[in-house]
């Protein structure tokens, strides 16, 4: 399945590599004018939302974890927020830290990958990480070290790193022992070192000139660094609850794509993800990371989106010591969740999956089972950034050989770490209104 | 099993990976083993992985492990000329191995469904039912799970590197809970367990180790007797949407958990 | 041979290896110990490792009395059995044994002998055929029935062959189905029991090969008068220790790896005659 | 030596004579709802004050109204955990030069403790020495662990609700192969354990804690403890003429209605204090250098159990229930001079659609009710 010969001054790439799921990418320049960019996506769809319905809500956590196999804890975690706002449920204490924990790990894991095996062979010019390894044996070894303590804390808490089984509506349904989180404070105090490294060692890489003027929209919180709470907020002062979220976003069907994109309503395309929780939450993240952003020569904003490799190397580093300082305080609670009714209610809610701004909105009727679910996930909120990022990229390097322009241009769309799994949950709500 | 020790070990054996519709875990699950990856990179010549490496090298291959469900006519299309290519190919997962949890579209009216669904469906192309990789050509091993357990999977790679028959039980889950020395939920706290229809393999009874009753990603086992197993359900206290939700998930294409759930559908 | 660990397997070298049938291959394997001395009885069986691959029973197949010599032939049928077809001279394999009881050549002395074999199941009664030939005088007749699927799976076909030559013995072979070329007889086995000439009151019958075939050997010999008492089969069932741990052998209140797989007929004949024991 | 008098509070310093010749200390604690055998560290995690319900298919922990340490009856768990491990490399090999080396697998246990066994678990223990240790071959690994045992035997002081030992002789006195036995009396206020020696190891540790002879009516209160138990067992099975019983019925219409509830799902094998099968494990690293084998608990309701080249000799759930019952507790007397069961009642309460062994025995006998 080799790439068709472009003709003219057309970019055509089958099969995006290097990105989960399958998308392909084409591009039509005329002269010096970019005509058209599709970033093409052909994963088939799998109707989430539509069998979601008459499901009961407990099953809500595992059934749309399978949405994704990179980032099932994000879907979960959105999925257990969206239900408990529905039904009035609050939890808190060590239960929330636990949560912030596992999420913790899947961040560490899923960067690690991205930064290591699809990322970073970009930049040192291989085909993939594992070409990488002969020449590059000791960063890779330490990005998959790192993979592996992310793995280590999902595995702990939640069973096993894809799709774990311990997550329900209102907690766990088992919570570890302190001795069964201590092993994992050694594993992460060596993974905050090789973090730290990484931070280092991505700082050092090349960055074309790219600098782009995003909207930038990510969840902020009073203290923390989000994850699994806070408000939806903008670079353009958007300021707004998940349940408001409807009302400013809107989504379309491209007729080239099977996945849906997200606009924000009157506004142009926005960009979720790493270096917008970063440029709304530097002060919220540790001081070592902080220290080690500063020390990669990263300002509080950073704007190019090759740089999103570094970006992503502190949020590990971030969510290693983070998930540390976790470890350290955990008490176990007295029990493991907080025992949830139902009763016809609806309720929303975004958390930060590793890739961006993940959305879950549920109504439910009495008996529990779901009458309506709407899920937004990261890459289909930055698929139309994605598409203005190659035109800008293209139009400023139309200089370039043509094999090194579309290297190039698959390299932009690696800076989002994409993930086409997701973006093709397809979306069923919005439609049927129409 | 044919296997690569039939030949004489001058060529590094070929593997390569394929992908339908799925959520991306099952392949994932071979980046998710940190501490064989280049290992593994050493003893096989990863050939086609287009979530890990751009590269394909040409066909034909001697593994091919394929993950995902056919819901598409190109898919459908796909599929045999990844099978012309491959000598040994082993299905991923419950959704290569039984449609998967998109299979529940095989459930509904279809073309009902459809409309419902696409504002555009001229753009989109699906085929009525999520189907196994079985039901469009000859497989030569599957490896079940919702996902794969990725030591099965480095297992069924070692053992065709070594021409061993893998380890790979069929028995319950049961078995692998009773060895753990687990307390048995659905026994001793009345909470319904799939563990004793459901395959082993998801590394130690997972579910029932986590105190919640197995929900069945493993899919059926050898000699599954569902209907005693709903009859116990029913005394805990299961109403029959319970049971169908319960066989329709992650395995509903399965035909044991299909025909229970149907069983049980008003 | 059996050491104080009766799990562990001892490496043996290939020292010859002996095309027999497409399916079926003759190692002769010889100790990698030079204090190693090996002696079993006819009917016996070894346990047989290949290097990270498993280990599967093997019955010797080879002459009785070669304390550094061991004969096993194998059909490929799985894993392991076609990992042991294809190993070579020098290649190494682990043994474990010799496990199991043996055929009753003791008790058959002064009589006749009536052998049936199928298949495969000729190997582990060659020990048995060398010992009698060997100790001709204590028997009286000896008679061979073999089967096998095609003229092509005819197992030792050389030595039936020289078998056949003897005056001293009768051997009958036939096939399940063949081209017009072969000149031998087409059929089951178990209608020579009724054809042959041999003293039923005073015979020993010694059957080994697929449980159908065993099974319409004994009713046929039956049929002829011979006493249950009389009739030996040889048994298989699935087997991980040969050392009766593992309890998977089970057949009725027997163990096959201790009790058998040789059994009087008359001693199993409840549980051989019921289906799925 | 005759009986003598522990203290309930003088508990702690039998475990610490325990602990001084370097046993590690295993019995019953509180675990996930159920009581199993376990790691102990002291007398405190013993399940005081708990006891248990036990029925086909339903198992419940509740509190009692006293604090008795031993009031329950067996547990999910049985010590053939301990002896007979679950998994166990059982060698590993490597390749060397064209050839290969075994090194037989010697994990040192430390010596263990057992805590609390009762009369029908020691029956089961004995059981099983016959199949590892009295046989024609001796299994290295189950041989080793054995002789190292402390055994603290407890005649029991409550039937559980499937229990029947009576009915197989079996319980609930223990009256052989223990250490020390001990039977636990709550009398008022009073709370002390009636103490037998039945070694000389034991009698060494009892000499090394507070202990005094027996009075007369201490020794009557133990008694009734154990004959009340007796008295009250949840379960009986006419054993009888059983062997024949089950030999000639192996065709009984009744093994089709089992194989309509049972889920061969083989739990009341791996639950069961005697059952001993195993499979076996090859396996190796991605280079083929290095090899191992593992020994894991197998149980005759797989279809694997059975298999030869071709198919499952017992391929239907009717053939594979007949094969685990008749063995259980007929063919067994044949092949080790024992009934297979000691009537602990594990299989009828783990079993997760409640089949009962002692009912089969009643319909295949074609008697009714319980
Ligand atoms: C006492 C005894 C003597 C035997 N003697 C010979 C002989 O001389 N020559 C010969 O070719 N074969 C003999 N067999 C049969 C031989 O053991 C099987 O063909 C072999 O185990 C198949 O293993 P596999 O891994 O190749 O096949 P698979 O079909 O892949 O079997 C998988 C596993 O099942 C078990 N198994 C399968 N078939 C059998 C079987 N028939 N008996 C026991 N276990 C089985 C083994 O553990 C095997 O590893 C004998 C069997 C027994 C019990
Ligand atoms: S908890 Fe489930 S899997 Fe475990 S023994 Fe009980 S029924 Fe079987
Ligand atoms: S068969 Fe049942 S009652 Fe008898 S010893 Fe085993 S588990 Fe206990
Ligand atoms: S009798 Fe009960 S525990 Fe045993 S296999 Fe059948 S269902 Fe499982």
Not at chain 1, 367 to 374: Q, R, T, Y
Not at chain 4, 267 to 282: A, H, K, W
Request: proline share 5%.
């Amino acid at each position: 399945m080799k790439s068709d010969r472009p003709r003219g001054r057309t970019i055509r790439v089958d099969h995006l590599a290097r990105v989960e799921g399958e998308g392909g990418l084409y591009i039509k320049v005329k002269g010096s004018q970019v005509l058209e960019v599709k970033l093409n996506i052909f994963e088939p769809p799998r109707f989430f939302e539509a069998f979601l319905r008459g499901r009961d809500f407990r099953e809500a956590p595992d059934i749309t974890a399978r949405i994704c196999g990179i980032c099932p804890v994000a879907y979960q975690m959105s999925a257990v927020h969206a239900l408990e706002n529905a039904l009035g449920v609050q939890v808190g204490g060590a239960l929330r830290n636990l949560r912030r924990l596992l999420y913790c790990g899947e961040w560490i894991e899923s960067h690690a990958l991205h930064v290591t095996l699809l990322h970073a062979p970009d930049f040192l010019g291989y085909p993939d990480g594992i070409r990488m390894a002969r020449e590059h044996p000791q960063a890779v070894r330490r990005g998959l070290g790192l993979k592996k303590a992310g793995n280590e804390i999902v595995t702990v808490l939640g069973g096993r790193e894809i799709h774990p089984i311990n997550v329900r509506v209102g907690g766990f349904y088992r919570v570890p022992s302190r001795q069964e989180l201590q092993p994992l404070e050694e594993k992460l105090k060596r993974a905050r070192d090789a973090a730290l490294e990484m931070v280092r060692w991505t700082a050092k890489l090349n960055f074309p000139e790219l600098e782009q003027s995003y909207e930038f929209v990510t969840l902020r919180h009073p203290t923390e660094y989000p994850l699994n709470e806070g408000r939806i907020v903008s670079s353009s002062g958007l300021d707004i609850s998940a349940a408001e979220y409807e009302d400013h976003f809107a989504e379309e069907q491209a007729p080239h794509s099977n996945a849906l994109h997200s606009t924000l309503r009157g506004r142009a395309a926005y960009l979720v993800g790493p270096l917008a929780r970063y440029n709304l939450n530097f002060e919220r993240l540790s001081p070592l990371a902080r220290e080690a952003a500063r020390a990669a020569g990263l300002g509080p904003t950073c704007r190019n989106p090759f740089q999103s490799i570094v970006v992503r190397s502190v949020e590990i580093l971030y969510a290693c010591d983070e998930a540390l300082r976790l470890i350290s305080e955990y008490e176990p609670p007295e029990r493991a969740f907080v025992e949830v009714e139902p009763r016809p209610s609806s309720g929303a809610a975004c958390t930060e999956a590793p890739r961006g701004l993940l959305y879950h909105r549920y109504r439910i009727a009495a008996d529990g089972s779901i009458v309506e679910a709407k899920i937004v996930p990261p890459t289909s909120q930055n698929q139309k950034t994605i598409e203005g990022d190659l035109l800008s990229f293209v139009e400023s390097h139309l200089g370039l050989a043509k094999d090194e322009l579309q290297a190039s241009c698959e390299q932009v769309v690696r800076n989002y770490d994409p993930c086409i799994s997701c973006a093709t949950h397809f979306l069923t709500l919005e439609l049927e209104k129409d | 099993m044919k296997s690569a020790a039939t030949r004489p070990r001058r060529r590094k054996p070929t593997l390569a990976i394929w992908k339908f519709a799925s959520c991306d875990g099952c392949q994932l699950s071979l980046l998710d083993c940190e501490d064989e990856l280049l290992d593994l990179a050493n003893e096989v010549e990863i050939a086609h992985f287009r979530e890990a490496t751009p590269v394909t090298l040409r066909g034909p291959y001697d593994v091919s492990l394929v993950d995902g469900s056919i819901t598409t006519p190109q898919d459908a299309e796909r599929v045999l000329a990844v099978r012309r290519v491959s000598k040994f190919l082993v299905t991923l997962g419950a959704c290569a191995t039984a449609g998967g949890i998109q299979a529940l579209r095989n459930f509904k009216d279809v073309k009902e469904f459809a409309s419902l669904v696409y504002a555009r469906p001229e753009y989109i192309q699906t085929l009525e039912k999520s189907t196994a990789i079985s039901s469009h050509i000859r497989v030569d091993f599957e490896l079940r799970g919702c996902p794969v357990n990725k030591y099965q999977l480095l297992e069924v790679i070692r053992a065709f590197l070594h021409g061993r028959k893998p380890n790979i039980p069929t028995y319950s889950v049961c078995m692998e809970c009773k060895r753990r020395g687990n307390v048995c939920v659905m026994v001793a706290q009345g909470i319904p367990c799939l563990g004793p229809v459901t395959q082993d393999g998801c590394g130690g009874a997972l579910c029932p180790s986590y105190q919640r009753g197995c929900y069945g990603c493993f899919g059926p086992m050898e000699t599954p007797n569902t209907a005693s197993l709903s009859a116990w359900w029913r005394r805990l206290g299961a109403r029959d949407e319970d049971l169908v939700r319960a066989f329709r998930a992650f395995n509903a294409g399965a035909e044991a958990f299909r025909k229970e759930s149907e069983a049980h559908e008003k | 041979m059996i050491g104080e660990n009766p799990l562990i397997p001892e490496p043996w070298i290939v020292r010859r290896v002996r095309k027999e049938t497409r399916d079926i291959r003759t190692l002769e394997l010889g100790p990698s110990r030079p204090e190693t001395s090996f002696l079993f009885s006819p009917g016996q069986f070894n346990m047989l490792y290949v290097f990270g691959v498993g280990e599967v029973p093997i019955s010797m197949s080879g002459q009785p009395g070669r304390s550094r010599t061991l004969v096993h032939t194998v059909r490929g049928v799985g894993a392991v059995s076609c990992a042991i077809s294809r190993l070579r001279p020098g290649g190494v394999v682990g043994v474990r044994g010799p496990f199991g009881s043996c055929w009753p050549l003791e008790q058959a002395k002064g009589q006749d002998v009536v052998i049936v074999a199928g298949g495969i199941g000729l190997a582990p009664l060659r020990p048995a055929v060398y010992a009698l030939l060997s100790a001709r005088q204590d028997y009286r007749r000896i008679l061979l029935f073999y089967g096998a699927r095609t003229p092509r799976d005819l197992l030792f076909a050389k030595e039936l062959e020289r078998w056949r030559g003897r005056l001293d013995m009768t051997v009958e072979v036939t096939v399940d189905s063949a081209s017009s070329a072969w000149r031998g007889d087409v059929g089951v086995v178990t209608r020579f029991i009724s054809s042959s000439e041999f003293e039923t009151e005073n015979a020993t019958a010694l059957l080994c090969g697929p449980e159908v075939m065993m099974r319409f050997a004994v009713r046929a010999l039956q049929g002829r008068g011979l006493a249950s008492e009389k009739i030996y089969v040889s048994m298989e069932r699935n087997m991980k220790c040969a050392a009766g741990f593992c309890g998977r052998c089970q057949f009725g209140p027997t163990f096959v790896c201790r009790d058998g797989p040789v059994f009087s007929y008359a001693a199993i004949r409840r549980w051989f005659e019921t289906r799925e024991i | 030596m005759g009986k003598e008098v522990v203290q309930r509070s003088d508990l702690d310093a039998l475990f610490e004579a325990l602990k001084r010749r370097g046993y590690r200390i295993v019995g019953p604690r509180v675990r996930d709802g159920a009581i199993v055998y376990d790691e102990l560290s002291s007398v405190s995690d013993l399940p005081e004050g708990w006891t248990d319900e036990q029925e086909g298919g339903t198992y419940r922990l509740k509190r009692r109204d006293d604090l008795a340490l031993f009031g329950y009856a067996v547990g999910p768990h049985s010590w053939k955990k301990f002896l007979f491990p679950p998994a166990l490399r059982l060698w590993s090999a490597e390749r060397e030069s064209g050839s290969f080396t075994i090194h037989a697998a010697c994990e040192e246990t430390p010596p263990l403790a057992f805590i609390g066994v009762r009369s029908c678990e020691i029956h089961a223990i004995a059981i099983q020495d016959r199949i590892f240790q009295e046989g024609r071959y001796v299994d290295p690994h189950y041989k080793k662990t054995r002789e190292n045992i402390f055994l603290l035997a407890l005649n029991c002081g409550q039937a559980g609700g499937t229990c029947f030992c009576v009915s197989m002789n079996t319980g609930p006195r223990a009256t052989f192969a223990f250490d020390l036995a001990l039977t636990e009396v709550l009398d008022g206020s009073l709370h002390y354990f009636v103490v037998e020696a039945g070694t000389q190891k034991g009698a060494a540790i009892l000499r090394e804690i507070p202990h005094r002879p027996a009075a007369a009516r201490e020794e009557e209160g133990a008694e009734r403890v154990i004959a009340s138990t007796a008295a009250r067992m949840g379960r009986t099975m006419k054993t009888d003429g059983i062997k024949e019983l089950l030999y000639s019925n192996l065709e009984h219409p009744r093994w089709n209605d089992v194989a309509s509830r049972c889920l061969t799902c083989g739990n009341c094998t791996l639950v069961c204090p005697t059952c001993f099968c195993s499979t076996v494990e090859d396996s190796t690293d991605l280079k083929g250098e290095k090899a191992e084998r593992w020994r894991k608990w197998d149980s005759c309701f797989t279809m694997d159990h059975s298999y030869i080249h071709g198919g499952s000799v017992r391929a239907t759930s009717r053939s594979r229930y007949r094969q685990w019952m008749t063995h259980k507790l007929a063919t067994w007397i044949d092949q080790f001079g024992t009934s297979g069961c000691v009537g602990c009642g594990r299989c009828i309460t783990w079993c997760p659609v409640a089949i009962d062994i002692t009912e089969e025995v009643r319909a295949i006998r074609g008697e009714e009710g319980r």
